[in-house]
T-cell receptor, first 116, second 116 residues
Framework: AQKITQTQPGMFVQEKEAVTLDCTYD???????LFWYKQPSSGEMIFLIY??????QNATEGRYSLNFQKARKSANLVISASQLGDSAMYFC?????????????FGTGTRLQVFP | GAVVSQHPSWVICKSGTSVKIECRSL??????MFWYRQFPKQSLMLMAT?????????EQGVEKDKFLINHASLTLSTLTVTSAHPEDSSFYIC????????????FGQGTRLTVV
């Protein structure tokens, strides 16, 4: 079974609009972390936002916010006021059992295209 | 924030030769580093966990004799692709986390390997 599922291979959004990128996860651990990374065409992985499984509030970082619904095992990324520079691949990732392992499991990604 | 530097950013080599990729943590010590491989239009797949002073831990299906990992110091891990073949052509990227400071993993810039 997929640990991280991103069902949107591609998304389009107009500049200045908000967009939501979906991510669902599967784990039996009580303690885990959820991440979103941005990968522009250059290939680098840019950290955007983190949500811990015990965090009661949704994480926010500037224009990025994470809609964390623990019971539904979803961790959707919301980008507000999209900019042309937001066009990139976006990956959701999970770190299970953070006290024993540090490795990340990635979803298949969503390609976001922002148009003027 | 923590910085991870990877070198080279791209390399072309002939079939049968070996290629070494370096991953350095520039401003923190990393007892553990991770090596991922990403084929075009696909997600990042963990290849191995590099452990300082001990043997690397390889994911299922990854040939340890083909992908040699050395983590000789707290700031440097190397991945050597031995006897490279065209099917080894891929994007290789490393990551590390500053355990004392950050929740997120930082990634190197990645290395695009082309075997001809």
């Amino acid at each position: 079974a997929q640990k991280i599922t991103q069902t949107q291979p591609g998304m389009f959004v107009q500049e200045k609009e908000a967009v939501t990128l979906d991510c669902t996860y599967d784990t039996s651990d009580q303690s885990y972390g959820l991440f979103w990374y941005k990968q522009p065409s250059s290939g680098e992985m840019i950290f955007l936002i983190y949500q811990g499984s015990y965090d009661e509030q949704n994480a926010t970082e500037g224009r990025y916010s994470l809609n964390f619904q623990k019971a539904r095992k979803s961790a959707n990324l919301v980008i507000s006021a999209s900019q042309l520079g937001d066009s990139a691949m976006y990956f959701c990732a999970m770190r299970e059992d953070p006290y024993n392992t540090d490795k990340l499991i990635f979803g298949t990604g969503t390609r976001l295209q922002v148009f003027p | 924030g923590a910085v991870v530097s990877q070198h080279p950013s791209w390399v072309i080599c002939k079939s049968g030769t070996s290629v070494k990729i370096e991953c350095r943590s520039l401003d923190f010590q990393a007892t553990t580093m991770f090596w991922y491989r990403q084929f075009p239009k696909q997600s990042l797949m963990l290849m191995a966990t590099s452990n300082e002073g001990s043997k690397a831990t390889y994911e299922q299906g990854v040939e340890k004799d083909k992908f040699l990992i050395n983590h000789a110091s707290l700031t440097l891990s190397t991945l050597t692709v031995t006897s490279a073949h065209p099917e080894d052509s891929s994007f290789y990227i490393c990551s590390a986390r500053d355990l004392g400071l950050n929740t997120e993993a930082f990634f190197g810039q990645g290395t695009r390997l082309t075997v001809v």
